[in-house]
């Protein structure tokens, strides 16, 4: 039978969006700008987000501070969306997000480790969390352990009260180019 279900999120949306297109040390990118603007539309247009943070060609402090930003405004209730988009790269097995004044090299203190990512995200209070990162070789880095243990579908009559259930239930989501 086909009926409508309105589930009714108890947070609010916030979304930060990360483009890095015009770099000091590598070779410029077109689409990243383009990518957050359009997203940032979309998001306007089609979406309930409180607030959307944008950092258009981010230094290392530039992205740092709007994590903080973003970590201090959400509450465990809370659903956010991060977009990063630009240079990434892989040193010694280790994933990083280039900055707009990052070097061509690893070595300066000036990239951003993957590790250094997870820490802000974990500070992060929001009940559901996605990161999307189109970036080079960074994506994989984040990859762990995906478990699902004694899945229930309830039957038809259930099952309104089983998607509303799921929405208490925390979440991280990584997707990656």
Known sequence: ?????????????????????????????????????????????????????????????????????LSNLTTTNDYVLIYYSGHGKIKAEQAYWIPVDGSDNWGSGDWINISEIDIFLSEIKAHHLAVLVDSCFVGSKFKGINTIDDVFIPDEEGYEEYLQSALNLRSRSVLSS
Not at 6 to 21: D, F, T
Not at 47 to 65: A, C, P, R, W
């Open 1 to 69: 039978k086909k009926r409508k279900i309105k589930l009714e999120p108890n947070g609010k949306y916030y979304a930060l969006l990360i483009g890095n297109s015009n770099y000091k040390n590598v070779d410029n990118l077109v689409s990243p700008i383009n990518d957050i603007r359009d997203i940032k539309a979309v998001l306007d247009k089609n979406y309930k987000f409180e607030k959307i943070l944008t950092v258009e060609n981010g230094t290392k402090k530039d992205i740092y501070n709007a994590f903080t930003k």
